[in-house]
């Protein structure tokens, strides 16, 4: 009997283990056609169901049998080498927003943690985007910024044309910070113009020979593309783990180049051996929708001492933004 009662409990113990690997997404509202939507509620289902029974099993995703195109694949499966994730909702109900290309549903709760529980790391919440055509084909999974963020720079838009380039630019940059935790290269060599100015900022603390302390500066340094992709491998290769968040967004479209935006973060940014947080500027030239380019990237640390009375945040003038920048 005891034997009996013992097998009960342990098939129960495995049954409520696989269940809980499950997770149901459903869209609330936001969309008319009801097979897309199921659609879009199957797929985005499968990869949170797969990403915990993947974690669960200290495994490798199984993307193939998601049904997932090839690009998205790869893209996954970078993010996952990197940033392993899980889901800790076993039902998720969130809207579906329209975009210029299709649909996307926000929103989505991550925990981001190591498959090894050997590695002394914390566990990180974040959340995903999952976007789709027009179809409700995948089209990409990227963390994203939240929502409060994401509506502040919608509701800015000042016509139609204008609401399409935000969300664009929302788009690419949930792909930017993205693409950090799959530290994928390519995607960076394929976004920055070739001719893109780096400039990155460093506090450099003084002391004059008596001790007294004075004022601290910046020390600003210049960077081909090149240069900096170069050493942004080699962080990469040196470091297990690099994680960026954007607590922060303000978009400003140029008065008179419809087509040139700059974006300025409050961006969070650690890896094993650094952390660090400041502001990231970006120039924006959207003159090709499809293939948008990024001709200035700028980060500077977001606080110093100024006056030699303690450190205080930066002030806002001080901060690079579109009008630093000739078009």
């Known amino acids: 009997m005891k034997k009996e009662l013992l097998l009960l409990f342990v098939s129960t113990l495995s049954l409520a283990i696989g269940a809980a690997d499950k997770v149901t997404v459903r869209i609330s509202d936001g969309i008319e056609n009801e097979a897309v939507k199921l659609k879009m509620e199957r797929i985005t289902s499968s990869i949170l169901s797969e990403a915990n029974a993947a974690h669960e099993q200290r495994r490798e995703m199984n993307y193939s049998s998601l049904g997932i195109p090839a690009d998205v694949q790869g893209s996954l499966a970078a993010l996952w080498d990197n940033s392993p994730f899980i889901s800790m909702d076993s039902e998720i109900v969130e809207h579906c927003i329209t975009t210029g290309s299709g649909y996307q549903i926000r929103n989505i709760p991550l925990i981001l943690k190591p498959l090894n529980d050997d590695?002394?790391?914390?566990?990180?919440?974040?959340?995903?985007?999952?976007?789709?055509?027009?179809?409700?084909?995948?089209?990409?999974?990227?963390?994203?910024?939240?929502?409060?963020?994401?509506?502040?720079?919608?509701?800015?838009?000042?016509?139609?044309?204008?609401?399409?380039?935000?969300?664009?630019?929302?788009?690419?940059?949930?792909?930017?910070?993205?693409?950090y935790n799959q530290k994928d290269?390519?995607?960076?060599?394929?976004?920055?113009?070739?001719?893109?100015?780096?400039?990155?900022?460093?506090?450099?603390?003084?002391?004059?020979?008596?001790?007294?302390?004075?004022?601290?500066?910046?020390?600003?340094?210049?960077?081909?593309?090149?240069?900096?992709?170069?050493?942004?491998?080699?962080?990469?290769?040196?470091n297990r783990k690099i994680h960026v968040n954007f607590d922060e967004i303000e978009v400003m479209r140029h008065p008179t180049n419809k087509d040139f935006y700059g974006v300025t973060l409050h961006q969070g940014y650690s890896s094993d051996r650094y952390h660090d947080e400041g502001y990231l500027f970006l120039l924006w030239d959207f003159r090709d929708e499809q293939h948008p380019q990024i001709h200035v990237r700028t980060w500077q640390p977001d606080a110093y001492d100024s006056d030699g009375k303690g450190v205080k945040p930066i002030k806002k003038d001080e901060i690079f933004s579109l009008s630093d920048f000739e078009i």
């Open 119 to 179: 590695l002394d790391e914390d566990e990180e919440y974040q959340e995903a985007v999952v976007s789709f055509d027009k179809e409700g084909n995948l089209v990409s999974f990227f963390l994203s910024i939240s929502m409060y963020l994401y509506m502040n720079v919608v509701r800015d838009n000042k016509e139609i044309f204008d609401l399409r380039r935000r969300q664009l630019i929302l788009d690419y940059v949930e792909q930017f910070r993205t693409s």
């Open 185 to 238: 290269l390519n995607f960076l060599e394929s976004v920055f113009s070739d001719d893109a100015l780096i400039i990155t900022g460093k506090v450099i603390q003084r002391k004059s020979p008596e001790g007294i302390h004075i004022p601290d500066k910046i020390e600003y340094k210049k960077q081909s593309k090149q240069q900096y992709l170069t050493n942004l491998k080699r962080v990469f290769q040196n």
